[in-house]
């Protein structure tokens, strides 16, 4: 069963910082383009961040940009979301995504076909 398991999620206060990591169960997410998005109470699911399947490109949604950064560790299996300098407004169920196998569409616009359970961020003010 393809499975990804989200970590890192918590309490912290606003001004602070926090990583969240993303791990796939199966191999073949190394090759594929993988992604964060997150959901508040009452509001849609909203984009954060996507990167490539090598790890070298990735984008931003605006309301982390210059704040959070995704990475991917050198197996590939497992990706990585830094959020600093952290806002009452990021509180919300932070989810990873992946593309399918072989898929490299690096963007908020794109299909992701596997989701995790989600894991909560909440920064107190």
């Known amino acids: 069963q393809v499975q990804l398991v989200e970590a890192g999620g918590g309490l912290v206060q606003a001004g602070g910082s926090r990583r969240l990591s993303c791990t796939a169960s199966?191999?073949?997410?190394?090759?594929?383009?993988r992604a964060w998005f997150r959901q508040a109470p009452g509001k849609e699911r909203e984009f954060v961040a996507a990167?490539?399947?090598?790890?070298?490109?990735?984008v931003y949604g605006d309301a982390v940009k210059g704040r959070f950064t995704i990475s991917r560790d050198n197996g590939k299996t497992t990706i990585y979301l830094q959020m600093n300098s952290l806002k009452p407004e990021d509180t919300a169920v932070y989810y990873c995504?992946?593309?399918?196998?072989?898929?490299?569409?690096?963007?908020?616009?794109?299909?992701?076909?596997?989701w995790g359970q989600g894991t909560q961020v909440t920064v107190s003010s």
């Open positions: 990167i490539s399947w090598s790890g070298g490109f990735a």
């Open positions: 199966a191999r073949m997410f190394r090759n594929a383009a």
């Open positions: 995504a992946s593309q399918a196998p072989n898929s490299d569409y690096v963007g908020g616009e794109y299909e992701y076909d596997y």
